[in-house]
C-alpha cells in the first residue's frame, strides 16, 4: 500500500467519526501500540514539547524504518499511533520527503486543544531528527 493510500485509508477510517467518537477511536489505536521497551526510556528518546511524558525511539531494519513510541496520556499516545502506521515501514528518503497531512483534515482534530497539537508538531519533529540522525549515521 502507498504512502498517500495508507493516510487515506486512515482518514476515511477517523473524518465520519463524531468527535466522542473519534476520541474513543484514538484511544483505541493508542492502546492497540506494543509496548514499548524500558530500555528504550531514555533521555535521547523523550519528546520535548509534548505535554505528557511521551517516548519515541526510530530504528532501522532491512532498510525501513521502525518506530516504537509511547506516552502516559491514552489520546497522546493515539494520536502518536497514527505517526507509526504512517511512518512505519517507509525508507529514510521517504519520510524525509513526506509530511502528514492527515492532522490537518480531520474536523475532530481541530477540537484537540492547543498543547495536544502542539505535541504532535514535537512528535514530527522528533520523528525527523531521529530519522536524519540515522540518515547521517549510514
Known amino acids: ?14 473524518a465520519h467519526l463524531s468527535n ?14 506494543p509496548p514499548f521497551p524500558s530500555s528504550k526510556k531514555i533521555p535521547d528518546n523523550r519528546v520535548i514539547g509534548c505535554q505528557s511524558l511521551m517516548y519515541c525511539h526510530v530504528e532501522i531494519f532491512d ?17 502518536a499511533a497514527i505517526f507509526v502506521q504512517l511512518y512505519e515501514g517507509l525508507t529514510i528518503e521517504e519520510a ?12 475532530p482534530f481541530f477540537s484537540l486543544s492547543l498543547s ?12 525527523l531528527k531521529k530519522i536524519i540522525m540515522l540518515k547521517a549515521s549510514t
Do not use: W
Open 1 to 14: 500500500m502507498s504512502l498517500a493510500q495508507k493516510e487515506q485509508t486512515l482518514l476515511e477510517n477517523l
Open 20 to 33: 466522542e467518537d473519534f476520541y474513543d477511536k484514538i484511544m483505541e489505536l493508542g492502546r492497540k501500540l
Open 63 to 79: 532498510g525501513k524504518l521502525a518506530l516504537k513510541i509511547d506516552s502516559e496520556a491514552l489520546i497522546s499516545k493515539g494520536l
Open 116 to 127: 495536544r497539537q502542539n505535541g504532535i508538531a514535537s512528535l514530527l519533529r522528533h520523528v
Open 96 to 107: 524525509l520527503n513526506y509530511r502528514p497531512r492527515i492532522f490537518s483534515s480531520l474536523g
